[in-house]
């Protein structure tokens, strides 16, 4: 029972980041992305999309798992 209570708890915790991470992604490219050049624009555009990759990473390292471990 406490295994899958932490387990569900990681998972809503997970998800409200990613939420978290989204709404400032878009935010981002709303107000501010518009105001860059054309080539730094596209290269911020790439950058900000690894963002969504810190909440999966970070939970990785709390539970010791590797790539490999999922499937790369």
């Known amino acids: ?3 899958s209570h ?4 990681s998972l809503m915790a997970a998800i409200v980041c990613q939420f978290i991470i989204l709404f400032g992604v878009m935010i ?3 107000h501010f ?3 860059f050049p054309i080539v ?5 555009m790439i950058a900000t999309q690894w963002l ?3 909440v999966p990473i970070t939970f990785m ?3 010791k ?8």
């Open 1 to 3: 029972m406490e295994k």
């Open 6 to 9: 932490k387990s569900i708890l």
């Open 28 to 30: 981002f490219n709303q």
């Open 33 to 35: 992305l518009m105001g």
């Open 40 to 44: 730094a624009r596209a290269i911020l």
């Open 52 to 54: 969504f990759l810190i």
């Open 61 to 63: 390292y709390k539970n």
């Open 65 to 72: 798992e590797k790539t490999s471990d999922i499937g790369f």
